[in-house]
């Protein structure tokens, strides 16, 4: 081999090992982000579910001395039994949003009624589900951080070369797209 | 062949061998980018288990490092030292040393256990000697323990203040004491480059690692303590040659004890030594008994001390290696994309080195 067929396959080998390093290390990225999002959105999972499980003990609690406050505990009470784990993402984003609105609205009643606000178990109810609540913002807010990064690096070059090819799709955001997807609640009693 | 085309064939193949190094290295900082890139900031408060990426300031823990070069209180270290020896330059120290430390954002606070992370810390300290031989301005070799306390309170900073120690100027070995002094001062009188990396108390850093439950750790004692490197022959898990000698020497005469109470008696209470301990020590019956610490006292020593077993802490995992990184998250990134770019260049450079060896080979430049 010439010197100069060295010097030309050598360049050639060089520039094929960085376009693969790319392309390998872009493949990668994208399944990273993927499953990422999956695990972000578990966790909001858990999150909702534990949530899930408190309102009935919450309203449980409370019910008996709030006799004049009924609408409050119902549209939690029913809002609570709309949550479905197997809906759509923007579907549970809005029962979610709804729930944590109507369990902000119960706590300012339950702050009229220092009688109950004072029982150690509502205490450690609020608490409880105000540190939920916590965890539900925060996580919504590292999902839809991963999805955001998904979405944008699918979109880039050098990944949206790939994007056909594994038949990747921009995720949904943990939020409910309009005020007019709020599940309707009924609140007869 | 000519000289020059000699010369123009080793500076070819140097040419080759360094551009091929910066682009493996560019490599490296590409993925360490897009680790970083691809994984959101967790708040504190409301981690989850498993992998997560946190952003904050580090705070110490039980113990502090004093960093080798500067005497500068970290938390990671890494100190080299190269000298010129003729036309080469050797390495006569490189030590590396971590201990675990406390990351807080404005939600809350956690324990970070760093044994066997990969640091990405740039250099603060980068200097060589003068050409009369004269030491470089910042260079402040530490004279005292590697190991201080985690937190300072009013006192120490007063002792600390006060305290002079001596000053090294290369010429008496006692000031670092034990095998390193040798290392730095034994070697003759070449031009010495001093270069430090380190985490200070205080700075900012991102950290990729994995949360899990204290009691899910499987050595704490060994996960605290990162491994250090010497010239001459690796540090213990203890990260100190004489401590590590010691502890050899106890275990081969069986006097190390099985426990602190054991081995130290009301010592291992903590406050004791300051006379504030936390339980009652056992003491002679005429003795005047010190004043137990109050609660908040009591309360404030166990947080130092000890971690609740569910605690979330942040360690390694044995799959995904924990990534210290100093600086926000875009300053981390960009550290490693900047890396990746001169990476390319290196590239270019072997390209080019290849084209001028195929020239010279060939006689077609330099005959």
Redesign the interface.
Known sequence: MSPQSFAALFSLLLVLVVVGFLLVATYNSVVTLAQQASKAWANIDVALKQRHDELPNLVEAVKGLMAFEQATLMRVTQLRAAYSSSAPIPAQAATSEATSSAVRQLFAVVERYPDIKSQANVLDLQREIQRLEEIIADRRELYNDTVFRFNTRIGQFPANTLTRLFGWTARPFFSAPDAQDTPDVQLAL | MSDVASLLVSGSIAG?AGGLWL?IRG?GG??RA??L???????I??L?V?EVRITGRVEPAELALISLLQSRRCVYFRSQVRQQQGRTTRTVLDEERAVGFRVRDD?GAIRVFPRGANWDAPPVFKEGDGFSGDRPPGLALRSGSAIGPGALDRDDLIEQLLTVRPSFDGSDLSPLGGSRAGIITATGSGRREYEEARIEVGDTVTIIGTALPFDQLADPDEADLAEGSAVGGPLSAMGDLEIAADLDAARATGTLAANPEDAWGNASIPGFGIDEPVRAPHLDPEATPPVVAGHETAERFTRTFEIAPGELVLAINPGRPMLVSVGAPSAAVARGQDQFLVG?LG?IL??GS??V???A??GTIGA
């Open positions: 080759i682009l490599f590409y993925r897009g680790r890139d691809d994984t959101g900031t967790s708040r408060a409301t989850a498993g939600s390319l590239a072997a390209i290849a084209v060896l195929a020239m080979m060939s």
